[in-house]
Every structure is written in structure tokens, then in C-alpha cells.
């Protein structure tokens, strides 16, 4: 069975810094690969998908961008953080289920 | 963009009771999925459903991918305490290279 491995499970980073969160996949090859932010415990809003590596699918303007190195891993990345990028930041995984990591949560202060 | 519109937003019942939630949007969709999610986790995938007309169970829980392929629902029977906590639906798009977008999600509050 897949299983999504995302760490750290918390952060607290200040304005400015930047960012770099990894996600690795276990279970399955070439797999549908995504990056969600959500907001006060409600809404996944979907910020990157991949499918393949290489291949980056963005879905919101905005301060992040992700990379997918190799097949089963894929990172969401900021140079510089706002206080707007606090959130619950949520890694997904496989095809076509999508199987979730623990999340990380990111506070910017 | 593709949008899915989920409602109830939240819901209060007695414990007992059953429950049922649905997601519509105006795009096609090649999978519904359904999710839970407690606190400070990550969403837990419950039913699958591939195919339009489809009706899967899991335990108490019943969903089906409308005929349409634009709507699903989800029906929890029976809910118990531990039903507690938010409910999404998810719909996949192949032919955007497997984009997979969530409704807003269903508060779920079971009093025992």
C-alpha cells in the first residue's frame, strides 16, 4: 500500500526566510504527485500537481514553487516567506487515489 | 476554474442519526473520492467511486458517482461519536493530467 512521508510536521520560520518542505512516496511508481494548502481546518486549496518528474502543474500565483527530482519525491519550495504562506501545507499522492501525508503545519512570524 | 460545491458546510445531529452530504460542480469528473479529516491531520481517503451510476460501500458509509458525472454523495448510517470531523469530496480530471480538486468540506458534529 502507498504511503506519503512529509516532514517537518511543524515549522515556525520568519518573514523573508526561505522554504524548502519534502515529500517522498512509498508503495507505488510514477505516481500523480500534490501540493494543498489549507486554511483554518477547512478547503484544500491545490497549489502544485505533477505527473511525472520534471512536470509541474501550477494552480495559484503566489510565492511558493515546487520541483519533483525524482519519481517519488516532490518539494515545495519559497526564497523568501510572507506572513500570508502560514497555513497547513498537506502532500498527496498516487493515481488515481490519492493517499495524504501528516501534513506540515508552517507558522511565518 | 473547475469548482466543487459541497454542502452541507456543516452539520449537528443526534448520535443515531444518518447522515448525508453531496458535492456538485459544472465540469466532469473521471473519479470521485471521499475523504476524512480530524484535527490536525491529514485527510484519510474512505470510498473511490470510478465510474458514473457507481454505489460503493464501507461499513456504514454509502457513496455514489451521479449519472451525470458532474455530483456525488456520501451517506454515513447509523453516525457515531467518532463520525466527528470534516468530510470532503474530491473529483479527478484526466484529461488535465490528473488534476484532483476538493470541495470546501462538511463539519460533521455528532452529540451523543
Known amino acids: 500500500s502507498q504511503t506519503i512521508h512529509q516532514w517537518p510536521a511543524t515549522l515556525v520560520q520568519p518573514v523573508g526566510s526561505p522554504l524548502s518542505l519534502e515529500c517522498t512516496v512509498e508503495?507505488?511508481?510514477?505516481?500523480?504527485l500534490y501540493w494543498y494548502r489549507q486554511a483554518a481546518g477547512r478547503g484544500l486549496q491545490l497549489l502544485f500537481y505533477s505527473v511525472g518528474i520534471g512536470q509541474i502543474s501550477s494552480e495559484v500565483p503566489q510565492n511558493l514553487s515546487a520541483s519533483r527530482p525524482q519519481d517519488r519525491q516532490f518539494i515545495l519550495s519559497s526564497k523568501k516567506l510572507l506572513l500570508s504562506d502560514s497555513g497547513f501545507y498537506l502532500c498527496?499522492?498516487?493515481?488515481?487515489?490519492?493517499?495524504f501525508g501528516q501534513g506540515t503545519r508552517l507558522t511565518v512570524v | 476554474g473547475q469548482q466543487l460545491n459541497q454542502s452541507p458546510q456543516s452539520m449537528f445531529i443526534q448520535e443515531g442519526e444518518d447522515v448525508s452530504m453531496n458535492c456538485t460542480s459544472s465540469s466532469i469528473f473521471n473519479t470521485w473520492l471521499w475523504y476524512k479529516q480530524d484535527p490536525g491531520e491529514g485527510p484519510v481517503l474512505l470510498i473511490a467511486l470510478y465510474k458514473a451510476g457507481e454505489l460503493t460501500s464501507n461499513g456504514r458509509l454509502t457513496a455514489q458517482f451521479g449519472i451525470t458525472r458532474k455530483d456525488s454523495f456520501l451517506n454515513i448510517s447509523a453516525s457515531i461519536p467518532s463520525d466527528v470531523g470534516i468530510y470532503f469530496c474530491a473529483g479527478l480530471l484526466y484529461n488535465q493530467g490528473g488534476k484532483l480538486i476538493f470541495g470546501q468540506g462538511t463539519e460533521l458534529s455528532v452529540k451523543p
Open positions: 498527496a499522492g498516487a493515481f488515481p487515489e490519492a493517499f
Open positions: 508503495g507505488t511508481s510514477n505516481p500523480n
